[in-house]
């Protein structure tokens, strides 16, 4: 009893706030690969955060000095100098704790690109600092006459930017008023002469020339790019503004490289991302051939279901449900879950009870269900089917999983139906989870209860 007081205690308090994130049962692999797709959207300060809670709240797992590295990235994509510091930090960070991986990867790579975008912003100081971990993660440390160079490469970098600059600037406004004039031009940068220009230039000369709309020419330049740029992030704009160039053979060309094994799985990974984007019937049925062809990398397929079920279109709701049930792989089975949920579907809450209450599924997959049905938008989800779950299943911590589920419903109905719980159930363990969630809301009637349950102990 005095477990329960002190628990009633700390809660009127305000002194037990848990994360609701604890609830969802979200994995490393969940985290890591959210941030990968806000990376892919160019949404870069979400996608930093959520490679950083990776990184930080599971520095042991395998994904931790990935997620350090693609922080880096997307941070350094903003281009705020603040930001580009952050970047130099967490690279840092990345040598310091796994120097191992850093030395494997493309963390100097990375390092040296920071740099001259520092370099460009007048930041001498923390472009000479990152240029000499560059050099440490290749396993060398910059001597003295090392960071000399670099104080003069810099003014060289700085001028060379500032050049690339005018001449984008200059490439855009032709292309405007006489495209005919540019396209050779944007072709010369990217086909012939690549090795004279900065890789950031060359992935705005892509934007540029997809700009210029379908033709030969501006699809020959974009496969050239994607064949054959010795930069991936150059290589991924390719294909993602191959997408958007309006090409009908686009669709071929970006299944092409979805399907070949022996490309970068990074960039197969965007053409999937691409065909989602283009939409139509075509597009959608080599997503699905992607995501139920089990010979498919694994986590390609997953980015399939993903994007199917957020892209919609007709019967994607019917395809990811005949998807769950007829493959074995937890994870493709937890990627249709949530897309189940985007799709909008009135059948989609029915869908996920049946496996809520299904004893052959993993615990796993029915707290994911349960949690997904009190989500989804545009669906107001009743107590009475929460609490006849509730009772139904045996097992504990999907029924934990109601109770967190009724936590977040809002309104009155919820509230009572914790008090009820914390009142009867037979199960002290979920009559005390009902009082932790009762403590977090505002609601007057919880105040109430949880005063009565303190006051009995007087």
């Known amino acids: 009893m005095k477990t329960l007081l002190t628990l009633l205690t700390l809660l009127m308090a305000g002194l037990l706030i848990a994360p609701a994130a604890a609830q969802l049962d979200v994995t490393v692999e969940d985290m890591y690969y959210d941030a990968r797709a ?11 955060d959520g490679f950083g809670e990776v990184a930080e709240n599971h520095r042991d797992h395998d994904l931790a000095p990935k997620a350090l590295y693609w922080r880096a990235f997307a941070l350094s994509r903003d281009g705020e100098r603040r930001n580009l510091i952050e970047a130099k930090n967490t690279l840092e960070l990345l040598y310091d704790r796994y120097r191992a991986e850093a030395r494997r990867g493309d963390s100097a790579e990375l390092a040296i690109e920071i740099r001259g975008q520092l370099a460009a912003l007048g930041d001498a100081d923390a472009a000479r600092e990152i240029a000499e971990l560059a050099e440490a993660i290749r396993g060398r440390d910059a001597s003295p006459r090392d960071r000399e160079f670099e104080e003069q490469e810099r003014a060289t970098v700085e001028d060379d930017r500032m050049r690339e600059e005018t001449r984008l600037a200059a490439l855009n406004a032709l292309l405007q008023m006489s495209p005919d004039r ?57 294909v993602f503004w191959l997408s958007q160039a309006g090409d009908p053979r686009a669709v071929d060309i970006l299944e092409g490289i979805a399907l070949d094994t022996g490309e970068d799985i990074e960039i197969r990974d965007k053409a999937i991302f691409a065909l989602s984007q283009i ?17 498919n990398d694994l986590e390609l397929r997953a980015q399939s279901v993903f994007w199917i079920g957020q892209s919609g279109g007709s019967n994607a709701f019917d395809f990811l449900v005949d998807l769950y049930r007829n493959v074995d792989d937890v994870e493709i089975k937890d990627k249709a879950i949530f897309s189940i949920s985007q799709t909008g579907s009135r059948e989609a809450a029915a869908f996920f009870a049946d496996i809520v209450r299904d004893p052959s599924e993993s615990t796993e997959l029915r707290k994911q269900a349960f949690f997904w049905m009190g989500q989804m938008e545009g669906r107001s989800l009743d107590v009475d089917v929460v609490l006849q779950l509730f009772e139904e299943v045996d097992d504990e911590e999907v029924r934990q999983q109601a109770i967190f589920v009724l936590s977040q419903m809002g309104g009155g109905r919820g509230v009572d139906a914790l008090i009820e719980i914390a009142k009867s159930d037979a199960d002290p363990e979920l009559r005390e989870k009902a009082i932790f969630w009762l403590g977090q809301t505002d609601d007057e009637r919880a105040a109430d209860y949880l005063m009565e349950l303190i006051e009995e102990d007087f």
């Open 38 to 48: 806000q990376l892919r959207e160019g949404d870069y300060m979400a996608a930093a």
């Open 182 to 238: 540019a396209t050779p031009i944007l072709r010369k940068i990217l086909v012939e002469k690549p090795d004279e220009y900065s890789p950031e230039f060359r992935a705005r000369a892509v934007f540029l020339i997809s700009q210029n709309g379908s033709g030969d020419e501006t699809l020959d330049t974009l496969m050239h790019v994607i064949r054959n740029d010795e930069d991936q992030e150059v290589r991924a704009q390719g």
């Open 279 to 295: 939409g139509g019937d075509r597009a959608a049925q080599i997503l699905r051939d992607i995501a139920v062809n089990e010979d």
